[in-house]
């Protein structure tokens, strides 16, 4: 949508007022007696109420009703949606997804949350540890509906067409080549336009930070200032034939009826809102010497478990850039990690993998040995080495995790993308020994 605002910053102290009601955002005091405009204060809390300061987030909204005016929840149906990470046994094999499907309009009507699809996973929401990556393929608009993740965070990366998301802070559209973040909690409601198709990385307990920078400096990878914030929208609207609130509570959806619309927040304040951030903005640091440097490299944001410099998931890019090593073979090593590598493709040709579409996935589980195919080595082993542009007009980008993650019956079974052939791509691979070698 044109025409819309943002704020610039990464957690920044924002505040914002729909400027249709100049003044609603209360002045020296979150809860005065009776807010300006006859709102309501309701605080959202992103946050032990005791946490460092560095890691405390809330933010104050001032509304026309406050979200505790609902009829109970009920249970609903998850259709593909699972945090059930035993559905299946366990299969350490390399694995490969062709593009998920996304359903035509014309036979079935399918909105951002009946579209949601677990690909894989671990860890529980109860604990507030762990991750789950989920495929959304949709086709419709969510109307008078909402929904709220009680169980963590969603960072959604759009493949194939725009959405405009609506949330309690205010709207954003995110484009394929954007990213969202949907913080534990915040109530959004997705419009599409057209056959819709993304990847989303949640994450239970804890909340996505810039990595540091270390000797790098001050500036460079995701700068701070390219991440957009929503400005204060609302609506105050009455909706007589209910509009359902649906939330993802311990891995199930429960949803509830209420007679007005969630995003009636005329003013906020706070750090805790949801953003998203263009990956053309991604300042890439890389080697200029030889050999190639780790992929931590390519960090976006990531979700600091406890353990120092352990992710609960890091969100990783691989953009466009010069590759300029001398005496390298510059692609992908060959490897095996003890971090699980869930792999997608937004747009282009990943440099180490013929076959890997758009739209499609990989998973390299922990210890699962993984790296370029037959031709992606031999081409480069014998390439002289100029300065030369890699993955121009692509877009890669993995979700590592210290998890080992688990597959869900639909991942493995009922979507039915699974390319079986998969590991052929490195059975040619020759053996090059030669025992007689000298150095020349
Ligand atoms: O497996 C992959 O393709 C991802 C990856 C890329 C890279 O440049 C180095 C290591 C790595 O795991
Ligand atoms: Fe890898």
Same mark, same amino acid.
């Given at each position: 949508?044109?025409? &819309?605002?943002?704020?610039?910053?990464?957690?920044?102290?924002?505040?914002?007022?729909?400027?249709?009601?100049?003044?609603?955002?209360?002045?020296?005091?979150?809860?005065?007696?009776?807010?300006?405009?006859?709102? #309501?204060?309701?605080?959202?809390?992103?946050?032990? +109420?005791?946490?460092?300061?560095?890691?405390?987030?809330?933010?104050?909204?001032?509304?026309?009703?406050?979200?505790?005016? /609902?009829?109970?929840?009920?249970?609903?149906?998850?259709?593909?949606?699972?945090?059930?990470?035993?559905? *299946?046994?366990?299969?350490?094999?390399?694995?490969?997804?062709?593009?998920?499907?996304? @359903?035509?309009?014309?036979?079935?009507?399918?909105?951002?949350?009946?579209?949601?699809?677990? !690909?894989?996973?671990?860890?529980?929401?109860?604990?507030?540890?762990?991750?789950?990556?989920?495929?959304?393929?949709?086709?419709?608009?969510?109307?008078?509906?909402?929904?709220?993740?009680?169980?963590?965070?969603?960072?959604? !990366?759009?493949?194939?067409?725009?959405?405009?998301?609506?949330?309690?802070?205010?709207?954003?559209? !995110?484009? $394929?080549?954007?990213?969202? *973040?949907?913080?534990?909690?915040?109530?959004?409601?997705?419009?599409?336009?057209?056959?819709?198709?993304?990847?989303? &990385?949640?994450?239970?307990?804890?909340?996505?930070?810039?990595?540091?920078?270390?000797?790098?400096?001050?500036?460079?990878?995701?700068?701070?200032?390219?991440?957009?914030?929503?400005?204060?929208?609302?609506?105050?609207?009455?909706?007589?034939?209910?509009?359902?609130?649906?939330?993802?509570?311990?891995?199930?959806?429960?949803?509830?009826?209420?007679?007005?619309?969630?995003?009636?927040?005329?003013?906020?304040?706070?750090?805790?809102? $949801?953003?998203?951030?263009? &990956?053309?903005?991604?300042?890439?640091?890389?080697?200029?010497?030889?050999?190639?440097?780790? @992929?931590?490299?390519?960090?976006?944001?990531? %979700?600091?478990?406890?353990?120092?410099?352990? %992710?609960?998931?890091?969100? *990783?890019?691989? $953009?466009?850039?010069?590759?300029?090593?001398? /005496?390298?073979?510059?692609?992908?090593? #060959?490897?095996?990690?003890?971090?699980?590598? +869930?792999?997608?493709?937004?747009?282009? /040709?990943?440099?180490?993998?013929?076959?890997?579409?758009?739209?499609?996935?990989? &998973?390299?589980?922990?210890?699962?040995?993984?790296?370029?195919?037959?031709?992606?080595?031999?081409?480069?082993?014998?390439?002289?080495?100029?300065?030369?542009?890699? %993955?121009?007009?692509?877009?890669?980008?993995?979700?590592?995790?210290?998890?080992?993650?688990?597959?869900?019956?639909?991942?493995?079974?009922?979507? /039915?993308?699974?390319?079986?052939? #998969?590991?052929?791509?490195?059975?040619?691979?020759?053996?090059?020994?030669?025992?007689?070698?000298?150095?020349?």
């Amino acid at each position: 949508m044109a025409g &819309l605002k943002y704020m610039s910053g990464f957690g920044n102290e924002f505040a914002s007022e729909d400027p249709r009601c100049p003044g609603s955002l209360p002045e020296g005091q979150n809860n005065p007696q009776v807010c300006p405009y006859g709102l #309501y204060a309701e605080q959202l809390s992103g946050s032990a +109420f005791t946490c460092p300061r560095s890691t405390n987030k809330r933010s104050w909204l001032y509304r026309i009703l406050p979200s505790v005016r /609902h009829k109970p929840f009920t249970p609903m149906s998850c259709g593909d949606l699972t945090e059930n990470w035993n559905e *299946v046994e366990p299969d350490p094999n390399q694995l490969r997804w062709k593009p998920f499907i996304i @359903p035509k309009s014309s036979e079935k009507k399918v909105d951002f949350i009946s579209g949601l699809h677990t !690909v894989c996973g671990a860890g529980d929401s109860k604990s507030r540890n762990g991750i789950a990556i989920h495929m959304y393929t949709c086709n419709t608009s969510m109307t008078d509906k909402c929904f709220q993740n009680a169980d963590g965070d969603f960072l959604i !990366v759009p493949q194939q067409g725009e959405i405009l998301i609506t949330t309690e802070f205010g709207k954003m559209m !995110v484009e $394929p080549n954007e990213i969202c *973040v949907i913080q534990q909690g915040m109530r959004f409601s997705v419009d599409v336009f057209g056959e819709t198709r993304g990847y989303i &990385l949640e994450v239970f307990g804890a909340h996505f930070e810039l990595p540091d920078l270390g000797p790098i400096g001050a500036n460079g990878m995701a700068n701070p200032r390219d991440f957009q914030t929503p400005v204060a929208w609302y609506e105050d609207r009455t909706v007589a034939t209910g509009y359902t609130v649906v939330n993802k509570y311990q891995g199930k959806l429960f949803s509830c009826q209420q007679d007005f619309s969630p995003f009636n927040v005329v003013a906020w304040h706070g750090n805790y809102t $949801p953003y998203k951030y263009n &990956l053309e903005n991604f300042m890439v640091i890389n080697c200029v010497a030889f050999d190639h440097a780790d @992929p931590s490299i390519f960090t976006v944001l990531t %979700a600091k478990s406890t353990r120092p410099g352990v %992710a609960i998931a890091d969100f *990783v890019i691989f $953009p466009p850039r010069w590759g300029v090593a001398d /005496h390298t073979f510059r692609p992908p090593y #060959y490897h095996r990690n003890c971090m699980s590598e +869930f792999m997608g493709l937004i747009k282009g /040709h990943y440099e180490a993998k013929e076959g890997f579409q758009p739209g499609g996935a990989s &998973l390299h589980s922990i210890m699962t040995p993984h790296g370029p195919d037959v031709d992606c080595f031999e081409k480069n082993s014998t390439a002289v080495l100029k300065p030369e542009r890699v %993955a121009e007009g692509t877009m890669a980008f993995m979700f590592e995790s210290s998890f080992s993650m688990a597959v869900t019956k639909w991942g493995l079974d009922t979507c /039915h993308r699974l390319d079986k052939s #998969y590991y052929k791509c490195w059975e040619a691979l020759k053996n090059h020994f030669n025992p007689n070698w000298k150095p020349n």
